[in-house]
Nanobody, 130 residues
Framework: QVQLVESGGGSVQAGGSLRLSCAGS????????MAWFRQGPGKEREGVAT????????YYDDSVKGRFTISRDNGKNTLYLQMNSLKPEDTAMYYC???????????????????????WGQGTQVTVSS
């Protein structure tokens, strides 16, 4: 049974940092493309960062580029999202997702279809206050 479990969310002030983790189990983690999505209040869920399966190529949405870093540790079956210089507009539920094959337009995370991902975590809340 495939499971993705996020952790690391919380409440911070603007300018602060958080590191999200996504622990995977029940599948060959290193074979999967991974991504972080977020859904803010009253907004659609959209991708913010993607990372390829084995060589770790990364892409970011412009809204987080230079502030967020996606990474993965295939030995620990864990995906990370380091979030620095957080802004109130980063407030959202953050989800990790795994895809067996390269998602459509995965080099443009905000355009990557959610339907292209096979497994999802339950989400972790990030709240940034001004």
């Amino acid at each position: 049974q495939v499971q993705l479990v996020e952790s690391g969310g919380g409440s911070v002030q603007a300018g602060g940092s958080l590191r999200l983790s996504c622990a995977g189990s029940g599948y060959t983690y290193s074979n999967f493309f991974m991504a972080w999505f977020r859904q803010g209040p009253g907004k659609e869920r959209e991708g913010v960062a993607t990372i390829s399966a084995r060589d770790g190529v990364t892409y970011y949405d412009d809204s987080v580029k230079g502030r967020f870093t996606i990474s993965r540790d295939n030995g620990k079956n864990t995906l990370y999202l380091q979030m620095n210089s957080l802004k109130p507009e980063d407030t959202a539920m953050y989800y990790c997702a795994a895809a067996k094959t390269p998602p459509t337009a995965w080099w443009f995370p905000s355009l990557t279809p959610q339907a292209d991902f096979d497994y999802w975590g339950q989400g972790t809340q990030v709240t940034v206050s001004s």
